[in-house]
């Protein structure tokens, strides 16, 4: 039961990566954890058992597994207190090198997948009137870089929605956090999680095989460390006031402090030519 003391964590895509080291945080603090993921045998081989860990299957891309995790979750713990919505991967790729129904996957999992889970847990912290809910979104969730048009796209899609639901469940004393992790050193990168572009087109050649080498190369050298990203995941869900946006790691301070300032200063170039749009009346 959720008794005030020990919360109790939803956590999607918790088989590796940072949904792992989230779920290893939350039980080291005490917490209740319900870790989910698409593979329950491989949930089973990382997870040791404990009265605090329930491990479900779900693929975030199912709308009926979520709304039956939800329900398992509540009937073992007694409620939801902190719904992690982690699951996602990166599409990457030059945009017309990216076949059409590859973004409609990239957007099922990381936009369409976090919405049903979400849909699925609301209930219940609406019920008993809190909740924190942290989005694991990305530093491509507030910049655009090149050859991710479509991870981007998936990322800055779920900081608008993300924003719109924190105005919408406040009144319930529901927080939402979108969580803005630089490079983390997970799977992220290696072939077993990141997807390519699968079409050519001449003109991007070189260029695209310049910019995914990029990326490649820094599969498993990312400085991030994604178990200190858990434990400042349990320091936030502590926090009375908990932000908005957390930036996760010096280098997503670093390029989110470039990218605002870079905004502001394109706002203040263009304003005069921007408020001479209005009607006067
Ligand atoms: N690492 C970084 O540098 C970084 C930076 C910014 C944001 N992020 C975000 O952090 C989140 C976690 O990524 P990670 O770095 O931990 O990568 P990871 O090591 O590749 O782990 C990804 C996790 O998501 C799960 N997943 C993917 N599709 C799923 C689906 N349809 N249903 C359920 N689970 C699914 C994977 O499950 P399987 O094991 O079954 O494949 C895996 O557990 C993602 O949303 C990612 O966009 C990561």
Request: charged share 20%; aromatic share 10%.
């Amino acid at each position: 039961m959720s008794d005030g003391k020990n919360k109790t964590w939803f956590i999607t895509g918790a088989s590796r990566g940072l949904g792992y080291e989230i779920a290893v945080a939350a039980l080291a603090a005490g917490e209740n954890v319900v870790a989910t993921g698409r593979n329950l045998d491989a949930l089973r081989k990382v997870y040791e058992s404990d009265d605090r860990l329930l491990l479900l299957a779900l693929d975030v891309c199912s709308q009926s597994q979520a709304a039956d995790c939800a329900k398992q979750a509540v009937a073992r713990f007694g409620g939801v207190d902190v719904l992690v919505n982690n699951a996602g991967y990166g599409q990457l790729g030059v945009f017309e090198e990216v076949a059409t129904d590859r973004i409609s996957a990239q957007f099922e999992t990381n936009v369409f997948g976090l919405m049903d889970v979400t849909r699925a847990i609301l209930p219940y912290m609406r019920e008993q009137r809190k909740g924190r809910i942290f989005n694991i979104s990305s530093i491509g969730g507030a910049i655009g870089f090149e050859g991710a048009s479509a991870y981007c796209a998936s990322k800055f899609a779920i900081e608008g929605f993300s924003e719109c639901l924190a105005v919408e469940v406040k009144q319930f004393g529901i927080g939402v956090t979108l969580v803005q992790p630089g490079f983390f050193r997970t799977d992220f990168l290696d072939d077993s999680s990141i997807s390519y572009g699968d079409l050519r087109v001449s003109d991007y050649e070189q260029y695209s095989t310049a910019v995914m080498a990029g990326y490649r190369i820094r599969n498993h050298q990312q400085a991030g460390d994604p178990a200190k990203l858990g434990e400042a995941l349990v320091k936030l869900s502590r926090e009375e006031n908990c932000p908005l946006r957390f930036a996760a790691g010096s280098d997503a301070v670093q390029y989110l402090s470039q990218a605002y300032s870079a905004r502001q200063s394109e706002l203040d170039q263009w304003a005069s030519l921007s408020v001479s749009t209005d009607i006067l009346e």
